[in-house]
């Protein structure tokens, strides 16, 4: 009887201290990341709004952040082809980004007609953009123009 109640109170304490190690790894302020890393140079992003949007993010320690939804905050943004966001311990954040590339532009005219211009340099106004996927997307003017 004795070995039991042993066994049993043995198991609870377990399980009490099993509990709060695992608290303590998801509170936020617990295993902080104190370094991001961007994989790729940035052509047309803005990194003052990339920053921001990861800074908003940050809000959590290496087990709570959840970079599916940090993946998912930056794919909204216009400039954005893949991203692919990974941990690295002990407080590592590694952000690749892959930027659309323009081929074109497309233009409305007054009479409801559209005309596709080639580019050939980067001439244009930000908006109304196809890209070399043939996806079509708009946007607005990085902080560098």
Sequence with gaps: ??????????LSLIILLSALGINTLFKPGSFPIRQIVMVNKLDELDPA????????????????????QLRKDIETLSWIDTVSVRKKWPDMIYVDIQEK???ARWLVSDNNTFTINKLKQKSWNKENLISDKAVIF????????
């Design 138 to 145: 708009t946007t607005t003017l990085t902080a560098a123009q």
């Design 49 to 68: 709004h990339l920053q921001q949007l990861i800074s908003y993010q940050m809000n959590g320690g290496f087990f709570s952040l959840d970079i599916n």
């Design 101 to 103: 590339k323009v081929s």
């Design 1 to 10: 009887m004795i070995k039991r109640l042993f066994a049993l109170i043995f």
